[in-house]
């Protein structure tokens, strides 16, 4: 058994192992750390933050990682929070067998820069296995007349758990014969004696059936029983005679097994069990245990499996007859094996040229012999090959052949040729012997490489790092040899811009290609090129295929915020009337992401209100709205921050600061002023329409457009005077629009831009949405900052 557990044990190394040592030198020592086995999966066995000498924040940015010895990871490392835990639970009995200490080494690398630390885990051991006696009844015969004193050997119980949880002690059920005795041998391992006490008597108790318990030291301790009878034997005073002390016999080699070779016999004056008489083969070679079987109670010898006479001509065996007093007799079985035709022909291949060429016809291919041990027709032989191969066959000599061809070959037609040879003897049965033989034909450069696909196309995920693989062709020659050995290139791209020599590279001689650099999915989201295959012969035949790459996008831009702008100089307010109903739309968070799929899709939340309670955001489309009524209570003045978060993994986000006043309606400087309405409405009056495509125009790049279109139409109202808003006529009803089929809804609102006079820049911002059924406003602080107002900036989200 404990043989059995070595054997199982998985102690097989790394390789990683010993390359990332020899690259980083001695490493480190850490623990030893203990866990008492079958502790559950994901349990802590240690904080290795300290023992690595890190901080928590390097555990994941160094890209600390466990390295386990074997197939199985019975450790995990949470680079998170640098918590080692267990993995796999722990079987101590199935790691160690016997060995203690049970110990598990382990490796923690430390890929930036690179560094090992040797570690070891402890697996202390359970009393989770009870005693196990091999054999549920132990039976003991034991004479009448032995004396008091005498030690009887009981078989021990098993324990697979170590040290004290392994068996400690035996006892015996009560009686009044025997006790045990419990012995330690030089390995620790413990066993019982049974100690006879109180003399037998075969007449007044012929049997005894007794209980043998193996106790563990455990707490509590678990247990295992055996059953053990002892049987009482009669004193024995004749042993069994044979009636031949030597038996001889013949056999032909071509007996079947079980076939019966002959029946011994033996006699015995005694009674009872005394005369009981059972037959054993005494000491019988390897060689007789597996030829001839004995029936104890019959004494009949059967033949266990065939004899053969060209390997054993004769067996001779010693067979003893043991009565049931422990009495004994022998007698002698000479066992003869006579000869039959049983030997198949033999075929041995003397010469084989192989490959031969393919336009060379009549070649010898190769020369075989062929023998039969047997005699007469038995020994006489005739070979054959299957008649539909372009081969022939040819006697050359006494016992021997030529194999030819018959035409020249075509490798492209058929490169190799198994073939049976079949040799049959004349004999009765006729007995054959087949010889399967290989002929290859060499080959000359006549095709060309052809590619697994017409074109391919690979995911590859921006942001990759340099030589990343990212996939491969593959082209088959028909050829052989030289003729079929590839070399990979890539060739010229139909497009002169693309820097194809900058983005991949292919290995020529298995047509992996990878990455020289990392992708950005906003700059180059798809690329291709062309991938040519040459082979080795003379002259070289080549052809190519098609390669698209295709970029995946990351999560790589945070949102970025369109309005309101938070780095206005003075930010701009928005009017809610406190006659506003629940659900009035304040203004509307516009955000755009640079990234595609659900890393662009947002969500907004309302994170602090001045009054938490009276206004709400909506998750999906960045609305601002009253959640209640308003009162005369509220204050005036409210600051709200949302928070725009995209769905990627993991989200990245922004924040925004809107500020709220509330009024009790819309005053006259809402309205264009009297001196400037009719004959300059049309120059104060700026109308923007912008609709913003998020699906697949970049944040940045639409910020420069409509920070440029801004300014330019704000340069040509300068001469306006300060403070002039205007109200377009009429105004924009919303409309959703699914953009280019990605799920993000378009919405079409109209804003207030702010353009500041006093700004080298003409630095705009938004400032509110504009509300149909009121005009919009310019405050008194921007007009001291002089600043024009226009209230007809329009886009979509």
Known sequence: MEIEWLQNRRQRQVLLFFVLLSLSGAGAELGPYLVVEETERGSLVANLVKDLGLQLTEMSTRRARIISQGDKEHLQLKVQTGDLLINNKLDREELCGPTEPCILNFQVLIEKPLKIFQAELRVKDINDHSPVFPEKEILLKIPENSPLGNVFPLNNALDLDVGSNNVQNYKISPNSHFRVVTHERSNGKKYPQLVLE???????????????????????????????????????????????????????????????????????????????????????????????ELNPMTGEI???????????????????????????????????????????????????????PENSPEMVVAVFRVSDPDSGNNGKTISSIPEDLPFLLKPSGKNFY??????????????????????????????????????????????????????????????????????????????????????????????????????????????????????????????????????????????????????????????????????????????????????????????????????????????????????????????????RLLSERDAARHRLVVLVKDNGEPPLSASVTL????????????????????????????????????????????????????????????????????????????????VSGTGTLSQSYQHEVCLKESSVTSEFKFLKPIIPVHPPECHGKEIEENSICHNTFGFNY
């Open 302 to 356: 059967r033949l266990r499996k065939q004899v053969d006479f060209e390997r054993v001509l004769f067996y001779e065996v010693d067979i003893k007859a043991t009565d049931g007093g422990g009495l004994s007799g022998e007698c002698t079985l000479l066992l003869q094996v006579l000869d039959v035709n049983d030997n198949h022909p033999e075929v041995a291949v003397s010469a084989l040229n192989s490959p031969i």
């Open 659 to 738: 500020h709220v006043l509330l009024v009790e309606g819309f005053s006259q400087p809402y309205l264009p002023l009297p001196e400037v309405a009719p004959e300059r409405a049309q120059v104060d009056s700026l109308t923007v329409y912008l609709v913003i495509a998020l699906a697949s125009v970049s944040s940045l790049f639409l910020f420069s457009v409509l920070v440029f279109v801004a300014v330019k139409l704000c340069r040509r109202s300068r001469a306006a005077p300060l403070g002039v808003c205007s109200v377009p006529e009429g105004h924009f009803p919303g409309h959703l629009v699914d």
């Open 402 to 627: 030529t194999l030819e061809t018959k035409r020249a070959l075509d490798r492209e037609e058929r490169a190799e040729y198994n073939m049976t040879i079949t040799v049959t003897d004349m004999g009765t049965p006729m007995l054959k012997t087949q010889l399967n033989i290989t002929v290859q034909v060499s080959d000359v450069n006549d095709n060309a490489p052809a590619f697994s696909q017409t074109s391919y196309t690979l995911s590859v995920r921006e942001n990759n790092s340099p030589a990343l693989h990212i996939g491969g062709v593959s082209a088959t020659d028909r050829d052989s040899g030289s003729n079929a050995q590839l070399t990979y290139s890539l060739l010229p791209p139909q497009d002169p811009h693309l820097p194809l020599a900058s983005l991949v590279s292919i290995n020529a001689d298995n047509g992996q290609l990878f990455a020289l650099r990392a992708l950005d999915f906003e700059a180059l989201q798809a690329f291709e090129f062309r991938v040519g295959a040459t082979d080795h012969g003379s002259p070289a035949l080549s052809s190519q295929t098609l390669v698209r790459v295709v970029v995946l996008d990351d999560n790589d831009n945070s949102p970025f915020v369109l309005y309101p702008l938070q780095n206005a100089s003075a930010p701009c307010t928005e009017l809610v009337p406190r006659a506003a109903e629940p659900g009035y739309l304040v203004t509307k968070v516009v955000a755009v992401d640079g990234d595609s799929g659900q890393n662009a899709w947002l969500s907004f939340q309302l994170l602090k209100a001045t009054e938490p309670g009276l206004f709400g955001v909506w998750a999906h489309n960045g609305e601002v709205r009253t959640a």
């Open 198 to 292: 109180k003399e037998l008597d075969r007449e007044e108790q012929p049997e005894l059936r007794l209980t043998l318990t193996a106790l563990d030291g455990g707490s509590p301790p678990l247990s295992g029983t055996a059953e053990v009878h002892i049987e009482v034997m009669d004193t024995n005073d004749n042993a069994p005679e044979f009636q031949q002390s030597i038996y001889k016999v013949q056999i032909p080699e071509n007996s079947p097994v079980s076939s019966l070779v002959v029946t011994v016999s033996a006699s015995d004056l005694d009674s009872g069990i005394n005369g009981k008489i059972t037959y054993t083969l005494f000491q019988p070679s390897e060689d007789i245990s597996e030829t001839l």
